[in-house]
């Protein structure tokens, strides 16, 4: 392969991750607008820099809303297929320590070439936190969207 080969699959993929990042924008902005939020509805900062420490600081994790919607975005490393649970279970641990559940958890995670979404209730959230659902009916209950870029 050529240097200029390389050179347009390096570009490719940077504008497949622009394209990605950009319809994750129009998922987050689309929902904000459903659940418009309330004065004063930032996200406490004990709970965003709680979760920021037990997720992995190379995934740049994104932490906003209030208290009616938390919405976590970010990368995490290629091939990593439980960074969904992994979150979860981040803010399973944060959630009584320093975070107020909300009716709505949106997780966005993106990757060089696709991204996915989630959206979690809050109440089948905290009945998975106090152990009354498992991690089987959460997932049923969840909704999820996958975003990917078509050729």
């Known amino acids: ?26 998922v987050l902005l689309s929902q904000q607008r459903q659940h418009p939020p309330d ?9 965003a820099t709680a979760l920021r420490q ?37 803010l399973k641990v944060s959630a009584p320590l320093s975070c107020t559940v909300p009716q ?5 995670i993106t990757g060089a070439d696709a991204g996915d979404v989630a959206q979690i209730g809050g109440d089948d959230f905290r009945a998975w936190q106090q152990g009354r659902l498992s991690d089987a009916e ?7 969207r996958h975003l990917t870029r078509h050729p």
């Open 1 to 26: 392969m050529t240097g200029r080969q390389k050179l347009i699959l390096v570009l490719m993929g940077l504008l497949d991750l622009a394209v990605v990042l950009a319809l994750g924008s129009v």
């Open 39 to 47: 004065s004063g509805s930032a996200v406490d900062a004990t709970c």
């Open 104 to 108: 709505t958890i949106t997780l966005l």
């Open 54 to 90: 037990k997720l992995p600081p190379t995934w740049q994790p994104l932490v906003s809303g209030g208290p009616t919607v938390l919405t976590i975005a970010l990368s995490p490393e290629a091939g990593d297929g439980q960074a969904f649970w992994k979150v979860l279970d981040a």
């Open 138 to 144: 959460l997932s049923r209950r969840a909704r999820y």
